[in-house]
């Protein structure tokens, strides 16, 4: 068998596994042990495992992982996150719509001080859903909100998706984070103007309620000013090359904890709970990576990666063409499969691919753009059906809810965020304007 077909074999045997529900870190992990067996030996391979895990999690660079996941944990868990929406809501929840928009508003702060699109979701899904139902807002379109909402957890910087994605590619972390916040911020109004067409044309979708007083919004304000002072120190001090991301992630750590020590409800017990989640999903992350490092090794042996850019490059086609077609097999891949996995089992055979097109960009401002591509196709199969995973923690909490009705809701803003991805791609700079700008 031809060291190509068995890396085909090798995609196969993987997905099959992952469809019968085994972890998809270890569904990797198994395969690409297999596969690297089958090209070298047993001996070959031991020795490999005995140096590559300790290798690839001591890098400095992986500690910006939990840190972000620990910030986000601690505000969800001392109730700041609902602040986040009840001040947005006294400001806009009185227009059509405006309760939708409020949460797009705070999702896109929350966005700031948590990486990751699940864990947003379901912290807005849990402190909105009573409020949308208050209000009468139609199902359909409040979950569907939601689901859109939590993507705005990994679109705005910071994001752990940006960040394993730097890994794997060798790129500048803040750089990244820099080129996201123009297209996130774009994702954020995309969704209002959504927000605001679907108001108009069916108003019994979001009905008007009664506007806060004066009083009601500045002591909303003054409740979540923290919140957004952290986020200002943690983004801010990242972008202007204060310190650098892992710095940052720490600053932003303290400083929502003393936070947190401040607010009801927040003691011993919500602590550990932040620190036992930020634990199982960090170490969920970390055996993807792992596998993902062994599978990447496989496919490094049976030389695909190679093999694929030398024939992709060698068709001629246009180089815009090529990008096309890939991020259109990204959003389909991304329908069925985990993001975090999509990512770092195919950028080892797209990657070479992209590197070798000629988009007129210097390569580094190259990997840059095209990592917000591949951010903004996570998003939108975050989404998408058959699977949309944000939909799923929709659904696990808006249990009288249909997912099928929830589907029906994220449609109109898929559609929006089709139209953001093809404005990045026409337009580089909008990713790469301020990477330019900032030192």
Partial sequence: MSPIAVALLGFVAMLLLIGIRMPVGLAMLL??????????????????????PYHLFSSYTLSVIPLFIL???????????????????????????????????ACTAFGAICGSSVATTATFARATLPEFERYRYSKSFATGTIAVGGTLGILIPPSIILVVYAIT?????AKLFKAALIPGLLAAAFYCVVIAIIARRTPEAAPIHQKASHQEQVSTLLSIWPVLLVAFVVVGGIYGGVFTPTEGASVGVIAMLLIALTQRGFGWAELKESIIQTAETSAMIFAIILGSEVFDAFLALSQLPSQSAEFVTGLGLPAFGVMTALLLFYILLGAVMDELAMILLTLPVFFPIVAGLDFGLPPEETAIWVGILVLIVVGIGLTCPPIGLNVFVVSSIARGVPITSIYRGVLPFVAADIVRLLLVMIFPVLALWLVRVLP
């Fill in 31 to 52: 395969t690409g042990s297999a596969g690297y067996v089958y090209f070298t030996s047993w001996n070959t391979f031991l020795s490999y495992m005995n140096s590559t």
């Fill in 71 to 105: 910030m986000g944990a601690i505000a969800e868990r001392s109730g700041l996150s609902t602040k986040l929406f009840r001040s947005a809501a006294s400001l806009v929840g009185h227009a059509r719509g405006g309760m939708a928009m409020a949460l797009i508003g």
């Fill in 169 to 173: 590619t060798e790129q500048n972390i």
